[in-house]
């Protein structure tokens, strides 16, 4: 990597708005969120990520970043919709909706979002790469790239087919370094060799990696019970070369500052600590369940509107403690007016989002006469 890279100077902590946290029948906590958008500016990070498909992201961007802070003072990343667009009328009718939703005329980054070897093939074929690079020449993005769930070898051929892309997001942490499907550790290397930079999703898995009772926070808490389980991953994410940020979906002021302690008193993860995230890991990987990181894109196109998250996190209670008593009423909420696991008709368009490649509808068959029986 050279001396000057893109991203060098962006803090390596950045603010992902994939979830956005609500308050019962109220919507946004639009409170909440300007307090902590305030609070991580003013500790010195900028890089916010958004994308077309995240439902109220880019309005709740618009109110509570936008509209309260001069545009020097962050850079906004968002995503164009590939599933939906098939010309290029409908690149700029996607790119004039996400603008109109930011309150913005110009995009710091822009990318094509969960781009895979296939789709990027149909972007050439549609002249989705042409639109992206006028953009940039025309003044409207500062840097063009993607991200991408896709097999990691085909990250090669992507970006030998593209050279001239800026960057590209992919999701990395100790659980998926190693794993078969998703394979972070090759597509690091992959990105080293073609000397591009890079962002970082699901540095924690969704959470699995640093939620309250999780098997990580469990066994890292018998390690050292003075920092949280989400601070390892966070180390293990931001101390690799060429990071231009690294996207954390923070919902509470308490996570929040605990990245950011972590991040600006970043130190590299020693030969014993890595050592046991590899325990971890391999724990992690040795328990009965689904890793769903709850990213909600399989709800895109359901037809019977089921409760895909909700109803795989009550099937992973039920595996991992062999009992139902404890997800009845859950069971009957995330089911109300018949949405049952059952009543999936196998069409399998979830699984065409589902970025950790689940077959959903063969889950459902699994899970329909456990839970409803």
Not at 55 to 68: C, D, P
Not at 78 to 103: C, F, H, Q, W, Y
Not at 309 to 328: D, M, R, T, V
Request: charged share 25%; glycine share 8%.
């Amino acid at each position: 990597m050279n001396e000057e890279y893109l991203g060098q100077s962006i803090g390596k902590l950045g603010f992902g708005f994939m979830r956005m946290w609500t308050e019962e029948g109220l919507g946004i906590n639009i409170d909440l969120l300007k307090k902590m958008i305030d609070r991580f500016l003013g500790a010195g990070f900028s890089y916010f990520d958004s994308s077309y498909y995240y439902t109220g992201s880019e309005e709740a961007l618009n109110e509570a970043l936008v509209k309260r802070h001069p545009r020097s003072a962050y850079k906004l990343a968002t995503k164009m919709p590939l599933s939906i667009i098939n010309s290029r009328e409908d690149m700029d009718k996607a790119l004039g909706v996400s603008l109109g939703r930011l309150g913005l005329d110009y995009l710091d980054f822009y990318m094509l979002h969960g781009l895979s070897l296939e789709s990027c093939k149909r972007m050439e074929d549609i002249g989705g790469w042409d639109f992206i690079r006028e953009l940039k020449e025309q003044g409207r993005i500062g840097h063009y790239g993607f991200s991408y769930h896709d097999k990691a070898d085909n990250l090669d051929e992507i970006l030998t087919r593209h050279p001239d892309v800026g960057y590209a997001q992919i999701q990395l942490n100790y659980l998926d370094w190693d794993s078969a499907k998703v394979n972070s550790g090759r597509m690091y290397e992959i990105l080293r060799k073609h000397n591009k930079p890079f962002t970082i999703m699901s540095p924690v898995k969704g959470g699995l990696l640093s939620g309250a009772g999780s098997v990580a926070e469990k066994a890292l808490r018998e390690v050292d019970p003075n920092v949280s389980a989400a601070s390892w991953a966070v180390r293990f994410a931001a101390s690799h070369e060429g990071l231009i940020t690294m996207l954390s979906g923070m919902s509470t002021m308490e996570q929040l500052e605990d990245n950011i302690n972590t991040i600006q008193n970043l130190k590299p993860l020693t030969e014993d600590e890595m050592a046991t995230l590899r325990k971890v890991a391999d724990l992690i990987n040795s328990m009965p369940y689904v890793q769903c990181t709850d990213c909600r894109y399989c709800l895109r196109d359901c037809p019977k509107d089921l409760d895909i998250p909700k109803l795989i996190a009550l099937y992973n209670e039920y595996l991992i403690f062999s009992q139902k008593n404890s997800i009845g009423y859950p069971f009957e909420q995330a089911t109300e007016g018949g949405r049952l696991p059952s009543t999936c008709t196998a069409c399998r368009n979830c699984e065409g989002h589902c970025p950790q490649g689940f077959e959903i509808s063969d889950l459902m068959q699994k899970m329909a006469p456990i839970l409803e029986g």
